[in-house]
């Protein structure tokens, strides 16, 4: 028999139902339940708990956590930066790498545009 998994508003119900048929005790709901009275009472007021052994145990699905780029909101796996992030642009068709060592100091000493 597998595990059925519920949403937190059936769980939220059920906790509420199990509640009024214990005669309005947490303590025995949350024993028939299979968590502690305070986890309880915090998931019938609206908490959605992060930890397996609890989600399990109310029959929730596990909470997976992903990180999203702030940017655009999407996940970036395998190239770990924006695909959306702009391009730097060149100012000029010709590097500056490519530049003869002579011709790139005169340049920098004289303060000239890099063409």
């Not at 397996?52 to 970036?76: E, M, Q, W």
């Not at 190239?79 to 959306?84: H, Q, S, V």
Request: net charge positive; glycine share 6%.
């Amino acid at each position: 028999m597998g595990i059925r998994t519920f949403d937190l508003k059936r769980v939220q119900k059920r906790a509420q139902a199990i509640y009024r048929s214990c005669g309005k005790s947490w303590t025995k709901a949350a024993h028939q339940m299979g968590v502690s009275r305070g986890t309880l009472i915090r998931v019938a007021a609206g908490y959605e708990p992060k930890q397996p052994d609890i989600r399990r145990a109310l029959g929730l699905p596990i909470y997976i956590s992903i990180v999203t780029c702030a940017k655009c909101g999407k996940r970036h796996d395998e190239i770990k930066t924006c695909p959306d992030k702009r391009r730097r642009i060149r100012h000029s068709d010709k590097p500056i790498a490519s530049m003869p060592i002579a011709v790139l100091r005169w340049k920098l000493i004289n303060r000239e545009v890099m063409e």
